[in-house]
Structure formats: C-alpha cells, structure tokens
C-alpha cells in the first residue's frame, strides 16, 4: 500500500453492497459494464441460468459503491474487507464479489490498494505470530470507468439519486465481547441470535425511523438507515442491554 496516500486510503467509503442501479442512466451504465466483463472473461463453462442474475445484481452494486465513494470521498476510496466472514449475510457473496472485482482491475475500470493486518512486536520467547487488523482492502474507479460514467448521464453530484441506498433489512445485530490485543482492540465477531419480545420492538422502532429519514435529502451526507449493534452477546445474562447505540 505503500503506492498510495494512507490519509487518503483512511478516509474510505465503506461499501455496504446496498445501493443498486435505480436511473434509465445507471442502468445503461452498469449493462455496458457486464458486456464488458462477459466478453473479457475466459470461463471453462458458462453461468447457469440461476447464477446469470445474480451475477448482474452484483456488478450493480459494486458499481454503485464505488461512483458514491468517488464522488462522496475527498480521495474516492471505497473499502471492503477481503476475509470470506466479511461477506456474511451480505448481497453479494465472497466468490462472487472476488472475481468481479479482480476483472474489473484488469480491464483497467479500477484500482486496488490491497489490504493487509498488522504483525505484532513479540517481547516474549514465544514463536507465536500474531496479527491484528490493518487496513481492509480499498477500491477506486479508474479514469476510464468515471468518465465512462459521465458519458452515461450518471451525475456525479446525484449519484445517491441513480444507485440509491436501499435500507437495510436486518436492524438488529449481535456482536461477541471485543477483545484487546497489546492496546489494539479487536471488534468481536458477529453471532447468531433468537429475536425477543423485546428486541422485536426496539427493531419495529429503528425500521419505522429509517423509513421516515429516508425520505429527506440531507446536505453533505448520505443515508442508508441506522442500526442498533449490541456487543457481548456471548456473555451469561445478555438481554440485548449492552451497547446498542443507533
């Protein structure tokens, strides 16, 4: 990463993989896209029919990500991580994602900034490397793909209005305790949970929020709904009581 400005690269736009095309202009775009990708691509077999338009949905929405991060970022990095756990219960998954992305790179339509985790200083005799997160992987479009863009009638000032960011579904979410690795703390993971009465409500609350907020323009930012994250779910005694911030 060393090839590209970290201030530039820590102002990121993270891509939620929610924003589909939504314009005449945008999906025109996003159709020339997939030609492009389609007719560059050697594949041992073609696509079944099942996968054809889940293959279009993703390439939507990746392009989404990266014109509002182009536009919206004073740099116009997006980031995502590259770990497979990061793609859970996400629109588009891993081996989908991976793939589009890297043929994108090819033909010249973006650039990468790979990410990387960070190796821990060992004062210790133990051999044990540890790492623990560095920079997630981050993704720009290229010249070509802007200007490829702008000849499509895709605005950049209203991009938000051609990829519009849809809200999202799951408004609840339950996170492990963090940890804390020589100072750095690391976000525990994601787990599974049984909705209650009462998280039900508090997930009635945040949809009815987010369906009236979204239907304001907001100057200088964007929005794609809140989301209620409680942490320590893994602890004896969690009621969905700690964290949970919007």
């Not at 005449?24 to 020339?32: F, I, N, R, T």
């Not at 990061?86 to 990468?112: C, M, N, Q």
Request: with cysteine; proline share 5%; aromatic share 10%.
């Amino acid at each position: 990463m060393t090839e590209n400005n970290l201030d530039d690269l820590r102002k990121a736009r993270f891509m939620s993989l929610s924003c589909p095309p939504a314009s005449p202009e945008a999906k025109g775009l996003v159709g020339d896209i997939i030609d492009i990708i389609t007719k560059s691509e050697k594949r041992q077999r073609a696509r079944k029919a099942d996968e054809v338009p889940v293959f279009k949905s993703a390439v939507g929405l990746i392009i989404g990500d990266l014109l509002i991060g182009f536009h919206t970022r004073e740099a116009g990095w997006s980031y995502l991580s590259m770990s497979t756990s990061a793609f859970s219960d996400r629109p588009v998954g891993y081996k989908t994602f991976k793939p589009i992305v890297e043929t994108l790179e090819a033909l010249g339509l973006i650039k990468v900034s790979l990410g990387r985790n960070s190796k821990n200083i060992r004062f210790d005799e133990s051999d044990k490397v540890i790492y623990s997160p560095g920079f997630a992987t981050r993704f720009k479009p290229s010249p070509l793909l802007a200007k490829m863009a702008d000849d499509a009638g895709v605005d950049g000032k209203a991009v938000t209005k051609h990829f519009p960011p849809q809200l999202p579904k799951q408004v609840i979410e339950v996170r492990a305790r963090s940890q804390n690795n020589r100072g750095h703390k690391i976000k525990g993971r994601k787990l599974k949970f049984t909705h209650t009465d009462k998280s039900k409500a508090m997930a009635s609350e945040v949809t009815e929020l987010n369906q009236f907020l979204v239907s304001f323009d907001f100057d200088g930012a964007g929005f794609s709904g809140f989301r209620r994250i409680f942490h320590e779910g893994d602890i004896k005694g969690f009621d969905f009581q700690w964290g949970g911030r919007l």
